[in-house]
């Protein structure tokens, strides 16, 4: 789907959309698109994963993952992205765990976690997102809080 070794260092926003071809996104994407502020991967029912070398888009904002079978984990150093704000994981049914690097994420304002129905708790440290503005968590049955939550001043 990606050309190799064609870098766009102007992208700033890529939107994926109902792509049945994308897996995973390509190892040197931090390279390709060193600007990369948004990314929005949506109805792509195959694609699995993060690079393992996600957290060098160190300008991304917001990352929207929807509506994946196949996808089912975030790297464990994803809270090592400093800019990222907003975070959208939506109808992942394989996902069954957040990384507890997730409470590094000092910038993030926005979390929607809908339908990864494995997943039972937020990680540890979750309680110390005190940027966060917006938590929606949907289609989570089993869904323990954590003790603190009512401590996030800005939620």
């Not at 699995?48 to 079978?69: A, H, K, M, W, Y």
């Amino acid at each position: 789907m990606f050309p190799s070794g064609t870098p766009c260092a102007s992208l700033e926003r890529l939107l994926i959309y109902n792509s049945s071809q994308l897996e995973r996104l390509p190892d040197d994407i931090s390279d390709l698109l060193p600007n990369l502020r948004k990314l929005s991967i949506r109805y792509c029912r195959f694609f699995s994963q993060l690079p393992g070398n996600f957290i060098s888009l160190t300008r991304l904002e917001s990352l929207v993952i929807s509506v994946s079978d196949s996808f089912s984990r975030l790297p464990e150093d994803f809270g090592n992205l400093p800019a990222l704000e907003t975070l959208v994981l939506d109808e992942l049914p394989r996902l069954s765990h957040l990384p507890n690097s997730l409470s590094d994420l000092t910038c993030l304002e926005t979390f929607f976690l809908i339908g990864s129905r494995e997943i039972r708790q937020l990680p540890g440290g979750f309680c110390s997102l005190t940027a966060l503005k917006t938590l929606c968590l949907m289609k989570m049955p089993g869904m323990v809080l954590p003790e603190g939550i009512g401590e996030l001043c800005n939620l």
